[in-house]
T-cell receptor, first 116, second 117 residues
Framework: DAGVIQSPRHEVTEMGQEVTLRCKPI?????LFWYRQTMMRGLELLIY????????DSGMPEDRFSAKMPNASFSTLKIQPSEPRDSAVYFC??????????????FGPGTRLTVL | AQSVAQPEDQVNVAEGNPLTVKCTYS??????LFWYVQYPNRGLQFLLK??????LVKGSYGFEAEFNKSQTSFHLKKPSALVSDSALYFC???????????????FGKGTTLSVSS
C-alpha cells in the first residue's frame, strides 16, 4: 500500500488566494483526519470524518477553512481567502475502525503551506 | 477533558546511553496511549501503543514504553540510543469511554530528542 498520499507537498501562495490541499487515505480506512502543525501551537486537529461524514470540526480555526470528503478515497481542505498566519504544515491521517479507539492513525507526508 | 503533557521540549543523550522521553496524561476513564516519531520533513510514524495487558509495551526500532496508571505516565524508553533516533517524538492519548470525543487522538506538544555521537 502506498500509504496516505497528500498533494501538493509544497504550496506557496499570496495572501487572499484560495488554497486547496488534497488527501487520499489508505484504502479501506474509514476515518480521515486533518491536522495542522506549527512551531507555536504544535499539532492541532482541525477536523475528522468517519465514512465520509464530518464528525468533529471544532478545530477548524475560522470560516475561511472548509473540508470535504466526497468519497472514501479523497478529501480536500480549502482555505479561502488565505492569510500569512495560515502558513503551516498540514497533515492528513487515516485509520481503520474495528477496535475503533485502539487503532493507530497513519499520517501522510504533509503539505507545507507558505502564504506570503 | 483529555490532555497530554510532555514536560521536556528537548532531551539530549549520548549515543549508546539509555534514553527516556516523558509523557503524562489525563483522561476521565482508562486510556489508550500512543507514541509517534517525526523525522525532519516527514509525517508522523507510529511507534507503539498501550491498549491493555502488560504495562511494558515494545515497539518499532527497539523502543518501549511503560504504562504507569498510578502516576498517569507513559514514558518512552530505549536501552541504547542511536544517532539516527534523533527526531521529534509525540505522545498521544484517547479515552476508552465511547462518549468521549469520538476517536480523536490528543497529542502532546512533542519532545525533540538529540543523540550525539
Amino acid at each position: 500500500d502506498a500509504g496516505v498520499i497528500q498533494s501538493p507537498r509544497h504550496e506557496v501562495t499570496e495572501m487572499g488566494q484560495e488554497v486547496t490541499l488534497r488527501c487520499k487515505p489508505i484504502s479501506g480506512h474509514d476515518y480521515l483526519f486533518w491536522y495542522r502543525q506549527t512551531m507555536m501551537r504544535g499539532l492541532e486537529l482541525l477536523i475528522y470524518f468517519n465514512n465520509n461524514v464530518p464528525i468533529d470540526d471544532s478545530g477548524m480555526p475560522e470560516d475561511r477553512f472548509s473540508a470535504k470528503m466526497p468519497n472514501a478515497s479523497f478529501s480536500t481542505l480549502k482555505i479561502q481567502p488565505s492569510e500569512p498566519r495560515d502558513s503551516a504544515v498540514y497533515f492528513c491521517a487515516s485509520s481503520l475502525s474495528g477496535t475503533v479507539l485502539a487503532n493507530e492513525q497513519f499520517f501522510g507526508p504533509g503539505t507545507r503551506l507558505t502564504v506570503l | 477533558a483529555q490532555s497530554v503533557a510532555q514536560p521536556e521540549d528537548q532531551v539530549n543523550v549520548a549515543e549508546g546511553n539509555p534514553l527516556t522521553v516523558k509523557c503524562t496524561y489525563s483522561v476521565s476513564g482508562n486510556p489508550y496511549l500512543f507514541w509517534y516519531v517525526q523525522y525532519p520533513n516527514r509525517g508522523l510514524q507510529f511507534l507503539l501503543k498501550y491498549i491493555t495487558g502488560d504495562n511494558l509495551v515494545k515497539g518499532s526500532y527497539g523502543f518501549e514504553a511503560e504504562f504507569n496508571k498510578s502516576q498517569t505516565s507513559f514514558h518512552l524508553k530505549k536501552p541504547s540510543a542511536l544517532v539516527s533516533d534523533s527526531a521529534l517524538y509525540f505522545c498521544a492519548v484517547r479515552d476508552r469511554l465511547p462518549t468521549q470525543a469520538g476517536t480523536a487522538l490528543i497529542f502532546g506538544k512533542g519532545t525533540t530528542l538529540s543523540v550525539s555521537s
